[in-house]
């Protein structure tokens, strides 16, 4: 059977007009338009009367300090606003429109706790906090790969945060797991101190690296700056680094992996260079150590032990960190340089000790703080001094891969998500890549005052993620709001809700209307202008 010279080019327009009519009904099951099919089931919030009550006791003693100091909190934000800075911090995107008229068809009293569950329950929330976890646990870099496998690493961490394994537990596997790390990923925590080139230590764990990452990483203390000399600035002597480190001199890699083998921690003196050996110690609450088990096993129990208080509160810090942009108290990794610390602090670290280190707890009872919700600008005092005493939510510049995140996500009005089709996914990893070289990754220290530069700035006006996003497609938000708004005030909102999570004002309305009805360019193009106008503005890359 012959085909016809046209048979191919009909093929195509029928495959093209299937096209859009899958995409105007994705749209319409998105939420372009409100659904019809009423509002999604709420979903368990999780919520209990222990959640609760730690919330208060945390909004009490904030609105102590509050009062002392005599400064006028911000103004509640509104539930979009919150839902927003959830979202990045939670899964390192917006969220999307979809999903936002999921949020609003619901009874405004449930929307945030609903909303938090949904996160919750997402993968993207184990992906997005594992890799914020692995930066200060294994670095950014690929490391030794004949000993390292990182990408295997950050998978084994966000599958142990989506069952939401106690935190404890997480970090003992960190300290005292051996065998291959091809097999055991979480002994890459240990391999990844490995200097292959280096040939005076034998392809073996470096115990000295490796103390210094276990202090900061778990205990929010800079042991590591005693390695040389005495702390300058707290009561750590040289002996107690050493002490520390003593505990990985057995620590051992083999044809069998990571194992525990014999002998004794030895030291170089830097005076005289002689040799001198270590025994294990810690130089605090020494009472906490058991004296059974490995030298691995006896530190990380102590480490992890309930009467220890700077393990939850360095992992409080670093959770707080993730979900407002800003540790609750900098640095971040160094607690003891902060004479004194918010007493929500320690109520958070308490709470999360006496209820199993349960990192999805901490998640909600920080989210539930009039702290967390409050406006990002203070209306009735300083806004400088409001923020840095938690009065008002602090603004923080977007870390890259949020920027990216954001930028793709904007620009599909359906949740990009792990249920999402493979090739949606694969291609969303690639762009964010990508994007991420150009733009600059922010490195291990996350939390050390990002400012933005030009060439981020170029980026984000000339990129090729932001002119593809922007340009029209069948799969593109600009598109579809072109085909689908039914008037000109029903696309500006589509766009400002898919971009900024928010409605335009009366000003923006005004000013952006005017822009929708002029005729020297096509509607489609003035609507892809707008776009990308909101992801260019200042107020698209700040968590706010």
Known sequence: MELNAGAPMNFLKNIAFLMIVGCGMAALAAGLVPPHSGPPAVAPTGVDEGIRQAIGRVDKAFAAAWSREGIQPALPADALTVARRLSLGLTGTIPSLEEIRKLEALPEGDRLDWWISHLLHDRRYADFVAERFARVFVGTENGP????RRRKFVLWLAAEIARNRPYDQIVRDLITTGGLWTDKPATNFITVTIEPDNKEKQNQPDPVRLAGRVTRAFLGIRLDCAQCHDHPFADWKQGDFEGFAAFFGQTRVGFRGVHDGSGEFKVQDRKTREYRVVEPRVARSPELLPEDGSLRQRLAAWVTHRENPWFAKATVNRLWAILCGQPLVSPIDNLEAVESHPEALSILADDFSRNGYDL???????????AYRHESLSRLDSSEKAEKAWASFPLSRLRPEQVAGSVIQAASISTIDAESHLVTRLMRFGEQNDFVKRYGDSGDDEFD?????????????????????????????????EWLAGNDESALEALFLATLTRRPDREEREHFTRALADRNGSRGGNIQDIFWALVNSAEFSWNH
């Open 449 to 481: 005052g990002r400012g933005g530069t030009i060439p981020q700035r170029l980026v984000m006006m000339n990129g090729k993620l932001v002119l593809e996003k922007t340009r029209g497609g069948p799969f593109n938000t600009t598109t579809r709001v």
């Open 360 to 370: 999805a707890r901490l998640v909600r009872i920080i989210a539930g703080t009039r």
């Open 145 to 148: 790969f004949i000993f390292f």
